[in-house]
């Protein structure tokens, strides 16, 4: 075994460890804890991403989900009040649901492994970099861009006004 497969398995048990303890967190019932799991979860999946030679992947990865989208997480279980939900009982008819319908879908990946095995492929090429979607990015799709950089703008300005509690 090479290093990179090792490190493949090191990153991929994280990956898994990580996303099983984002669910079934048995440290805490802290809502925060699950988030901070789930940032080791994208963190472990970037690094797959670098293995792969997909370095923009793994920063976009890592700024995007484990920056910003956890951020807005955590601001939403902080500004909720969620002590309700941490007392709340887990109901069989759920877990059971769940642990169905995860059943139904290894059997439907086992049953087309079983049906389409994978060959032996050459390596890919590498098409597109940096270079051509920053060009593609801020020159024929400029107004999407700046479109979608507003709407960010006016939703940040949202949250923080209603967050904001008002002085009597």
Do not use: H
Request: net charge positive; with cysteine.
């Amino acid at each position: 075994m090479t290093t990179p497969d090792v490190l493949f398995y090191v990153f991929a048990f994280l990956t898994l460890l990580c996303g099983f303890l984002v669910i079934a967190n048995p440290f805490s019932s802290n809502p925060v804890t699950s988030a901070m799991f789930l940032v080791l979860a994208i963190a472990s999946l970037a690094a797959l991403f670098a293995l792969l030679n997909a370095f923009f992947l793994a920063a976009i990865q890592v700024l995007v989900y484990a920056g910003a989208v956890m951020v807005l997480f955590l601001f939403v279980i902080m500004f909720l009040d969620l002590k309700a939900e941490e007392r709340r009982k887990i109901r069989k008819f759920g877990v059971f649901g769940g642990l169905v319908s995860v059943g139904a879908i290894v059997f439907i990946l086992l049953r087309s492994l079983l049906e389409f095995p994978p060959e032996a492929q050459s390596s890919p090429t590498l098409k597109g970099g940096t270079a051509e979607l920053g060009a593609l990015l801020f020159g024929q799709y400029l107004l999407p861009f700046e479109i979608v950089s507003v709407l960010l703008l006016v939703a940040m300005v949202g949250t923080v006004l209603l967050s904001k509690k008002e002085l009597k």
